[in-house]
Structure formats: C-alpha cells, structure tokens
C-alpha cells in the first residue's frame, strides 16, 4: 500500500526557521516525483513545485521561488520542506503528494501556525 | 504560467440533482486535466485524470470531459457523500496550477 506519512503540527515565530517532512513507502520513492502543495486557511490548493527522489531535480512554482526549499533523502525514502525565516502568512496546511503531474496519493497535511 | 479558473465557486444542489461544474484553463493544455475530491479536514482524493480517466473505485456517477480550455466535471445523481470541494488541476506545463475550488454544498 503506498503511503505518505507527514511531520506533525508546527508552532513556530515570525522569522524562525523549520523543515518538515514526507515519509513515503509501499513505492519505489526513487522513480517519482514528489509534490508539495499548500492549503491556507479556508481557501484553496496551491501547487508549490516538485521534486524527483532519484536526483533531486526540482521545479518550483514562481510563487514559492525563493521562499521555500524541497530537498530529498533518497536513502530513507523522505522528502523535505524548509523555511529559512517562516512569516504569518505562511500559516497553511502543507500537503506532500506523489506526484506523475497528478496527485495519486496524498500525505495527511502538516498544519503549520506562525504567530508572534 | 496557465491559469486554471472554475465555476461556479459554489453551489446548492440536493440529493439526486445532477451537477456540473466547469474548469477554463488561460491557454489549451489538451486533456491534461485532472480533478480531486476535498472533504473538510481530509487531503484531497484523485477523482479523474486526462480530463476523463476515471479514478480505480471512483463510482461511475462521476465523469469527466472536455479538452483544450474547457472542462467539465459531472455528477450524474448526487450523493450524500458527493458534498465537498473539487479542484482542477492542469498537468500540461509546470507550475500544474489549481483552479480555485467548487465547494457542493446540501440544498
């Protein structure tokens, strides 16, 4: 059974850092793409970009360009999403799926709250 | 970047209504065109791909056409459990942006 399996909830302040991360199994995590996609409160999906677990080649959104970072650990099958300085309205849910341009299957979010 | 734009943002609809709800993407993106069911406080679920490719155990009351800009997302006799959010997605270029989502709500 494929299986996405996300960090927890986050509670952090304005201007600290923090990676989260998607665990994947019952797949070969290394022959897909992994998608990260943010949900703010009560509004809609926001595709961020994607990343390959086989060599890490990324392709981000011109949104998030710059905002974020998507890294991979091949070698325990977990993709990474960090900030370096986090800001309130990065307040969302975030979403890592499987990616082969649509979204087969989905972690169950990571709710992260930035509030001083 | 393409821009996906769905309408209606919401709608009413009762048990047994047929509904439709349509995807416009800013430029042809061929039938590269996938929709998701989101249920509050769930991740979303692959519904169809390629405009029309019915998801393994989706029930066939959902279906899916168009190609180019326009796309159409139909359930033929609505269920209690069909009250959600559907999203568009395109996947013809990234970034595979979303429409904004149509939230089904009970009449």
């Known amino acids: 059974e494929v299986q996405l399996v996300q960090s927890g909830t986050e509670v952090k302040k304005p201007g600290e850092s923090l990676r989260i991360f998607c665990k994947g199994s019952?797949?070969?995590?290394?022959?897909?793409?992994v998608a990260w996609v943010r949900q703010m409160p009560g509004k809609g999906l926001e595709w961020m970009g994607i990343?390959?677990?086989?060599?890490?080649?990324?392709r981000y959104s011109p949104a998030f360009q710059g905002q974020v970072t998507m890294s991979i650990d091949k070698s325990v099958s977990t993709a990474y999403l960090q900030w370096n300085r986090l800001k309130a309205s990065d307040t969302a849910i975030y979403y890592c799926?499987?990616?082969?341009?649509?979204?087969?299957?989905w972690g169950q979010g990571s709710l992260v709250t930035v509030s001083s | 970047d393409i821009q996906m734009t769905q309408s209606p943002s919401s709608l009413s609809a009762s048990v047994g209504d047929r509904v439709a709800i349509t995807c416009r993407a800013s430029?042809?993106?061929?039938?590269?065109l996938n929709w998701y069911q989101q249920k509050p406080g769930k991740a979303p679920k692959l519904l169809i791909t390629?405009?029309?490719r019915l998801q393994s155990g989706v029930p066939p009351r959902f279906s899916g056409s168009g190609s180019g800009t326009d796309f159409t997302l139909t359930i033929s006799s609505l269920q209690p459990e069909d009250f959600a959010t559907y999203h568009c997605?395109?996947?013809?270029?990234?970034?595979?942006?979303f429409g904004q989502g149509t939230k089904v709500e009970i009449k």
């Open positions: 799926a499987r990616s082969s341009g649509f979204l087969d299957h």
């Open positions: 019952g797949y070969k995590f290394a022959s897909y793409w």
């Open positions: 990343i390959y677990a086989g060599d890490s080649d990324t």
């Open positions: 430029q042809t993106i061929n039938r590269s």
């Open positions: 390629s405009a029309s």
């Open positions: 997605q395109q996947s013809y270029g990234t970034p595979y942006n």
